[in-house]
């Protein structure tokens, strides 16, 4: 089994970190791990898991262990059909709901079905509501030898403090330019020649995912890019009041809430860093934010920040995106300079 350290070595050291606890036995039973989104957290807990549940793990690297990828736990496992290993996260609504957790509560205290470990993850474990938060809380507080939870949080997206004070918190780096571009060239040849990305498209891919390979290849291989592009026109054209905001929240709308928060959140923080006489991510909105750095204060930006985590806030309880797209529009416009009329002679 390949090691991910190898495959992915921006992880290198929580993953080092997590094989010298198990080789010493010192493995908390509740792990977060943080990162932002696409530089491999899910892969990580899965490398995790698979390492835990593996009969003959194999020293390698002076002694740190890794799965064999021969035994029956890790042929079960590579086939995603291990039943000692659960997957929870966001379904059918933004959130990760209480029945969930219930579920979860239920696989822990359940002895092993073919192996001796268990491991549960919760993808997004900031996006759990107040009852399944305090249903998780019930599980962390009475942890059991045999079952590791692994928790998966994206960056700025809080995890309660009680639960993130009952497990140990690791968190994942971005890559460098080197690293994302190999991983993610590497990840593109495995795909037939005609549905390859450009070499254009790919550097675009991770301009805009912030160097995070894994969220790189879902825009390079998907419609996100283009969705993206058309936003941004009419972003611009409503700025200028050439169309309404109803127009412009339905180009927002055709990405979904998260990527239009997203993009909201990556413009915003472009003007304050420009309005500090710093340097904007995203060089192709970089010329409108330009023009509002020039007659807009820190604060203005900041409170456009504000304004996301209130939508981000509200998306858990499934809030119309179109509808944030409008409120966010709006109060964008309100940083455009108002035009004095001529005076009269």
């Keep these: 089994m390949t090691d991910i350290a190898q495959d992915m070595p921006w992880l290198k050291r929580a993953w080092?970190?997590?094989?010298?606890?198990?080789?010493?036995?010192?493995?908390?039973?509740?792990?977060?791990?943080?990162?932002?989104?696409?530089?491999?957290?899910?892969?990580?807990?899965?490398?995790?898991?698979?390492?835990?549940?593996c009969d003959t793990p194999l020293n390698r690297d002076?002694?740190?262990?890794?799965?064999c990828g021969h035994c029956k736990q890790c042929e079960l496992f590579a086939a995603s059909s291990h039943p000692d290993v659960r997957v929870y996260g966001p379904e059918?609504?933004?959130?990760?709901?209480?029945?969930?957790?219930?579920?979860?509560?239920?696989?822990?205290?359940?002895?092993?079905?073919?192996?001796?470990?268990?491991?549960?993850?919760?993808?997004?474990?900031?996006?759990?509501?107040?009852?399944?938060?305090?249903?998780?809380l019930k599980t962390l507080e009475e942890p059991l030898p045999d079952v590791t939870l692994i928790l998966l949080q994206e960056s700025g997206r809080p995890v309660i403090p009680t639960i993130r004070s009952r497990c140990q918190t690791l968190t994942l780096p971005v890559p460098g330019n080197e690293d994302a571009n190999h991983w993610l060239t590497n990840r593109v040849r495995e795909l037939s020649e005609d549905a390859r990305p450009s070499a254009d498209l790919l550097a675009r891919a991770l301009m805009l995912s912030g160097n995070a390979p894994r969220l790189a290849f879902d825009y390079a291989t998907g419609d996100f890019i283009g969705l993206r592009d058309s936003a941004l026109e009419r972003f611009r054209e409503f700025m200028k009041s050439r169309i309404p905001v109803g127009e412009a929240a339905r180009a927002f709308k055709a990405l979904g809430l998260e990527n239009t928060l997203w993009l909201f959140e990556t413009w915003a923080a472009d003007l304050a860093r420009l309005i500090a006489g710093g340097t904007p991510q995203d060089p192709d909105a970089a010329d409108m934010l330009r023009f509002l750095a020039k007659t807009n204060s820190p604060w203005r930006a900041h409170?456009?920040?504000?304004?996301?985590?209130?939508?981000?806030?509200?998306?858990?309880?499934?809030?119309?995106?179109?509808?944030?797209?409008?409120?966010?529009?709006?109060?964008?416009q309100k940083l455009m300079p108002v035009r004095r009329p001529a005076r009269q002679h």
Excluded at 34 to 50: I, L, S, T
Excluded at 62 to 67: H, T
Excluded at 110 to 116: E, F, I, L, N, R
């Design 303 to 332: 409170e456009l920040l504000d304004m996301v985590k209130e939508s981000r806030a509200a998306g858990v309880y499934n809030a119309s995106p179109e509808l944030e797209a409008s409120r966010l529009l709006i109060a964008w």
């Design 62 to 67: 002076s002694g740190q262990p890794i799965a």
């Design 16 to 53: 080092r970190t997590v094989q010298s606890q198990v080789a010493g036995d010192r493995l908390p039973h509740a792990l977060i791990l943080a990162g932002e989104r696409g530089v491999g957290k899910r892969a990580w807990a899965e490398a995790v898991a698979g390492l835990l549940l």
């Design 92 to 136: 059918k609504s933004r959130m990760v709901k209480v029945d969930q957790i219930r579920a979860l509560s239920s696989f822990a205290v359940a002895s092993p079905q073919v192996g001796h470990h268990k491991v549960a993850i919760i993808d997004r474990a900031d996006q759990l509501n107040i009852n399944a938060a305090n249903a998780l």
